[in-house]
Each structure stands twice: as C-alpha cells, then as structure tokens.
C-alpha cells in the first residue's frame, strides 16, 4: 500500500511469521508494493527524481544550500535582505537589472573638483580641504538624490554641470547642506540649505558708483537709499541751488531734491521700493526789517533720515548733514535790507526701502551727491547751504 502521513505500511501477508513457506505471491506483491508505491515516491539525492507536489517542511530548514545565481534558483540565508542591510537606516539600491545593493544610510567622502562620487549614500559627508566644483561622478540612475554636508567653504560652479539654485555660483560654509538631484545622469540640481546661526551683515555706500556684489550664502537683502538733498537759496533773490543727485540701486531710484532760491524746490522722487516716500521742501524764509531784524533764511527739508540745516540769521545757511539727503539752509539776509526776503532752505531726496528674496548675484549703484547752496545772492544777502549727499544702506542675510 502506498504512503499514509509519512509512514509505509506493507500489504497484506506482512510480516511473516518463522515456519511460514515463501511463495512467489507474497514476495511478487511484497517487493512490488515496496517498488511501485514506497522507492518510487522517495526523493533521490543524486537530484534524478522530480518533486511533484508541494513539500511542507513543519517548521524544519532546508541545510546546506548552495548559493543561488539564476532565476529560479533558491536562496541561501545570506543572500536575503537581512544580510544586505547591515546598518540601521540602509536602504537597498538596484544596482544592475535583479541585483539589490545596499545604500548606506550614511558616509564620508573626500572632496574633489571633478571625480568626487557622492553617490555612496543617503547622507555624505565631504572632507578634506576646500575645491571648486566643476564636476562629479555620474549618477547611478536620473533622479538620484543625495544629501551633502559642508565641511568647507567649497566652491560650486552655475554652468552646464551644476543648475546652483540663485543661477550663480555658491560658497558654501561650514554645516550648510546641499540636495544633490540628478536632472540626467550627468547633469545636476542644487538645493541650498543653509547652516542657521548666521548674524545678518550691513553694507553702507556713501558716494561714487559701482557695483554691489551679493555675499555668499546671502538669502535675502533689505535696502534703504535716499537721494542728494539740494542745496539752500541765497538771500535776497539769488540765483538758484544746486539740485541733489539720484541714488539708484537696481531698479530703485531716490531722487534728488529739487532747486531752491527765495521760493523752495519740490522733494526728490521714490519709485520702485516697497516703500517709497517723496522728498519733503524746504521752508520759506522770512523778510528783513530794516534797523529791527534781519531776514532769515529757510531752513532744509527733511529726509527719512533727518539730519536737515537751519537757515542763516542774516547770515550764510547751514548745511545740511553729509549722507543724510537732507536739504541745506536757505541764506539769510542782514538788517541793513530795507525788505527782502530770506532764501528757501533746500528740499530733501526721496526715500525708498525694498526687500529682495534670493537676490541677484550684482546689482549696479550709483549714490546721489549734495547739491551746492546758491553761492549768489541779492544785495544785502547771504549763501545758501549745501544738502547733505544721499545713502544706500544694505542689510544682508544668511
């Protein structure tokens, strides 16, 4: 009979008992029995029988496995997953067509201008001293992404290689962390993730004109400017002041404030900022009484900053403060003036503040010069003071 749980029974007849006599039945059905329905259903180990059923192991282990190489093989212990994620925060990576590969959770890795391969792991730290970046090993697949940690102030290159976010080139500092993309296998996307801490920066720009070059790592800038104040009237219908020079930044513009002579010159302009306030006029002076009091002069308009000139008491104005955009003290007239009137004082330059998020790698400058006081005056009278030249102040951040 066949099988029964594993266990085989003889047909009947079985056993025999001593005495018994030996026909050619019992042995034919014995012997067949044990052939057809016992050797034939075993399992040979010279692998020239083929299972033909399901096997349930009840909890034992198949031992002594060879290493499996082709699809349909077995596995061995060692080659399962476990074996491949040795560390806490492994992942696998396919590194070919059916082949898993561990990647590290993290890693160190020399920094190097133009082989460096940071595709070891999740999270690389680079070491060694500062490079510039101009290229990197090619990534395993389009889409890899990598997470490095700054050592150094490393240079990386805006170009063909490098998409750098802000579209220039990047100086990292120590700490500040870095998204590797693979846009294609050769061609990659950074993502600035700057280290906090950093205290923000100020630039202050007095005169002349230029070019502003934004700092490294530098996220954001404020910027306030005001314009050249003019300069103040001359007593007694003098010729007219000076105008303020603009100051300009980019885009942003703070006008100049406008000419004085006895009647005050408008404010400068603000156009562009977020904040934008005109320029303020100057005052109107007053008239002399011959004998009693001399005529005075106006004193300045006033800038966002202050700082603005009185006017002459029978004397020259005053000028106004340097860098303040305000405007200078009109002249005054003497006494001995049976009546004429004090020169207005100068108008102060307009005011703009504006904040840039990811600001440009450059931005040109120009800042306003003072306007000159009216250096002719009527009879009797006094000069005008010169405005105060105009500011840029720039507040960086990290």
Not at 90 to 105: C, E, F, Q, V, Y
Not at 324 to 329: K, V
Request: charged share 10%.
């Amino acid at each position: 009979m066949p099988f029964s749980s594993g266990t085989f029974s003889l047909v009947a007849g079985n056993p025999v008992v001593t005495g018994t006599t030996i026909s050619s039945t019992w042995a034919n059905n014995t012997l067949n029995d044990i052939a057809n329905n016992g050797l034939s259903n075993c399992l040979l180990k010279n692998g020239t029988q083929t299972v033909t059923a399901n096997i349930p192991m009840a909890t034992y282990k198949l031992t002594g496995l060879g290493a499996g190489t082709s699809n349909g093989d077995s596995l061995r212990y060692e080659q399962g997953m476990q074996s491949v994620l040795t560390t806490t925060g492994d992942m696998i990576l396919a590194s070919a067509a059916n082949t898993a590969a561990r990647l590290p959770a993290a890693a160190t890795v020399a920094a190097h201008a133009t082989t460096m391969d940071p595709w070891v792991a999740r999270v690389v730290t680079l070491s060694g001293g500062a490079v510039t970046f101009t290229d990197i090993a090619d990534a395993d697949f389009v889409g890899q992404e990598v997470l490095l940690v700054m050592n150094a102030a490393h240079i990386w290159t805006d170009g063909a290689v490098f998409d750098v976010q802000g579209g220039r080139n990047y100086t990292a500092a120590v700490n500040d962390q870095i998204l590797l993309t693979a846009v294609t296998v050769s061609t990659f996307q950074l993502t600035i993730f700057k280290a906090r801490g950093g205290a923000p920066s100020t630039t202050v720009l007095t005169s002349g004109s230029g070019t502003y070059t934004t700092p490294a790592g530098c996220v954001a800038i404020e910027v306030e400017l005001v314009g050249g104040g003019s300069g103040g009237g001359a007593g007694n219908s003098g010729t007219a002041s000076t105008a303020g020079g603009d100051t300009t930044f980019g885009t942003l513009t703070a006008g100049g404030g406008n000419t004085s002579t006895t009647a005050p010159g408008n404010g400068g302009s603000a156009t562009n900022g977020d904040f934008n306030i005109v320029g303020s006029r100057g005052n109107i002076g007053t008239n002399a009484i011959l004998s009693v009091a001399p005529g005075q002069g106006g004193g300045g308009g006033v800038s966002f900053f202050g700082g603005s000139a009185n006017g002459g008491s029978g004397a020259d104005g005053a000028a106004a403060q340097n860098n303040s955009g305000s405007g200078g003290g009109g002249g005054g007239v003497s006494g001995s003036a049976t009546s004429a009137l004090g020169g207005a004082g100068g108008a102060s330059g307009g005011y703009v503040r504006k904040l840039f998020v990811a600001p440009a790698a450059s931005y040109s400058y120009g800042v306003g010069a003072s306007g000159a006081g009216s250096s002719t005056p009527g009879t009797d009278g006094s000069n005008g003071g010169a405005g105060g030249s105009g500011i840029i102040i720039v507040r960086e951040y990290y």
